[in-house]
Nanobody
Framework: QVQLVESGGGLVQDGGSLRLSCAASGLTFASYNMGWFRHAGGKEREFVAAISWSGGYTYYDSSVKGRFTVSRDNAKSTVYLQMNSLKPEDTADYYC????????????????????WGQGTQVTVSS
């Protein structure tokens, strides 16, 4: 079955960096669009970043653009989220998601565009 396993979360100080990884199995990874979402207590799950199946297109929420970078290594079936200049408001559980559907550019942010989800990794940014 499809499994998405996130790793790389932890505690970091304001201004620090982390790199999250999401290792996929049970699917033809190179055919899947991949997304990163986050969920902080008391809020809705929100879009962070996404990358198309080819890696040719990337999308970011305005709150992370210029600080976060999404990338993928199809040979390793892994998607990454490099997070720099972290802020306390980035504190959340981070989830990766996968979809092999055709997603229009204005729908990569939508949770409903994805079929598979990981269990999440916690990121805490201290001030």
């Amino acid at each position: 079955q499809v499994q998405l396993v996130e790793s790389g979360g932890g505690l970091v100080q304001d201004g620090g960096s982390l790199r999250l990884s999401c290792a996929a199995s049970g699917l033809t990874f190179a055919s899947y669009n991949m997304g990163w979402f986050r969920h902080a207590g008391g809020k809705e799950r929100e879009f962070v970043a996404a990358i198309s199946w080819s890696g040719g297109y990337t999308y970011y929420d305005s709150s992370v653009k210029g600080r976060f970078t999404v990338s993928r290594d199809n040979a390793k079936s892994t998607v990454y989220l490099q997070m720099n200049s972290l802020k306390p408001e980035d504190t959340a559980d981070y989830y990766c998601a996968a979809s092999n559907r055709t997603i229009s550019s204005n729908r990569f942010f939508a949770t409903g565009s994805y079929d598979f989800w990981g269990q999440g990794t916690q990121v805490t940014v201290s001030s």
